[in-house]
């Protein structure tokens, strides 16, 4: 029987102690916002952008929300980035992606302060996780690294295999596996071989966008299983990546879907959010 990594419980862990360190703050005089950003009325995006503003509400920090219509101009939403670089009372920029098509994201998203880029998405930001100096990690990867550290699973020596190359996750996964002295392999789609790859693996990482891809015939015996997946089955039920069903009797550990990683990437934009004061911070 497979350790389940319970992303709720440390997810709710990481938000209570992101709220007492507000606390904090505000006895101190200081107040942290966050900018939430949303062009148009996607569906997903809607209610991820909800969670977000609710896990605020949580902590204490407050949200400052702009839901703008899909046929906002690229000048527009630069516009309103800048309003929220000069505001000293917005700690932190989100601007949920994806952005409509006629946009272009990467500028926006070079448009963030990086002191306020509390996604991890500006080159800024990936460039110091890169070399190691304090700034903003990308919050699912590095919910991840929480998640194996809060369960006992040490990272150090290990055969991490990151199966997904993504610019919000596959690779900024990798260069935290290796922050941590992991030994890391990162596959995806011209990957010759990759089951026996992720057959290596003692930390398998799958981050694919593909529902129930990666089965026991990819896994080691007592690899620990990190799914970043989420799908709606046939029957309308949550499942992952990875086949849970058949993955978990072979596993030493796996993250659930619902309840694995999914919790975790809004435990850590509270966390970041925390964080823009402590790296950037002048008092407002
Ligand atoms: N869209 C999907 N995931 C994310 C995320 O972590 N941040 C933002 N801004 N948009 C997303």
Do not use: W
């Amino acid at each position: 029987m497979a350790q389940i990594i319970d992303g709720k419980a440390i997810s709710a862990q990481i938000k209570d102690e992101v709220k007492e360190e507000v606390a904090k703050l505000k006895e101190q005089g200081c107040e942290i916002a966050l900018a939430v950003i949303q062009v148009g009325s996607d569906p997903a995006s809607s209610v991820y952008v909800r969670n977000k503003k609710r896990a605020c509400e949580y902590v204490g920090i407050e949200s400052v929300s702009y839901e703008v219509s899909e046929d906002t101009t690229q000048e527009e939403l630069l516009e309103l980035v800048e309003k929220c670089n000069k505001d000293p009372k917005i700690r932190g920029i989100l601007v949920q992606l994806p952005l409509p098509k006629h946009m272009d994201e990467d500028e926006i998203l070079l448009a963030i302060d990086p002191k306020k880029d509390v996604d991890g998405f500006h080159p800024v930001s990936v460039g110091n996780m890169v070399i190691g100096e304090d700034g903003f990690l990308s919050c699912t990867p590095a919910g991840i690294i929480q998640l194996l550290k809060r369960s006992n699973i040490s990272i150090e020596g290990k055969e991490c295999v990151v199966v997904g190359r993504s610019n919000i996750v596959g690779k900024p996964m990798a260069m935290l596996l290796l922050r941590e002295n992991g030994t890391v392999t990162i596959c995806h789609s011209r990957t010759k071989d990759l089951k026996e790859v992720c057959k290596r693996a003692d930390i398998l990482v799958v981050a694919i966008g593909k529902p129930k891809f990666i089965d026991d015939s990819y896994v080691k015996d007592g690899a620990v299983i990190i799914d970043v997946g989420i799908h709606r089955n046939e029957n309308n039920k949550l499942c992952g990546d990875v086949d849970f069903e058949k993955v978990e009797p072979k596993a030493s550990a796996i993250t659930p879907v619902p309840g694995g990683v999914g919790p975790m990437t809004i435990a850590m934009l509270m966390q970041n959010c925390l964080e823009s004061n402590k790296l950037f911070g002048e008092k407002n």
